[in-house]
């Protein structure tokens, strides 16, 4: 399972997308606040350290971190981190250097999409 923010993630685990015996859970710590974080009157926000200890109680293996940042840093777009990340968990056990030939036949550079090394 991937997700690109950590609310996503929750969610996936949260209605049963997930489980501890096989799912490997990919996904981005950051927040993207939903329309109903922010119209609350009070502090509608989800709690974030919830979130991160449901994902892990619920996946056999979970893989998180700020994959916006990680973005921003390698000059490049959450996509991109996401499918390193996943070509670098081998969770499908695809070697390297065929989500690299996806890369190149896509005309994109591979420089920004290093975020698996």
Not at 35 to 48: H, P
Not at 74 to 91: D, E, Q
Request: charged residues 25%; proline residues 1%.
């Amino acid at each position: 399972m991937i997700a690109s923010e950590l609310i996503e993630a929750a969610r996936a685990a949260q209605i049963g997308y997930i489980s501890p015996d096989r799912t490997t859970m990919i996904a981005s710590a950051h927040r993207i606040f939903a329309t109903s974080e922010k119209i609350a009157m009070n502090d509608g926000r989800f709690d974030s350290e919830a979130a991160l200890r449901a994902v892990h109680a619920l996946a056999r293996r979970a893989i998180i971190f700020d994959m916006e940042k990680a973005a921003e840093q390698a000059g490049t777009v959450i996509n991109a981190v996401l499918f390193g990340a996943l070509a670098g968990a081998n969770v499908l056990e695809i070697e390297r250097r065929h989500f690299e030939q996806a890369i190149k036949m896509s005309g994109k550079s591979l420089d920004a999409k290093h975020a698996w090394v």
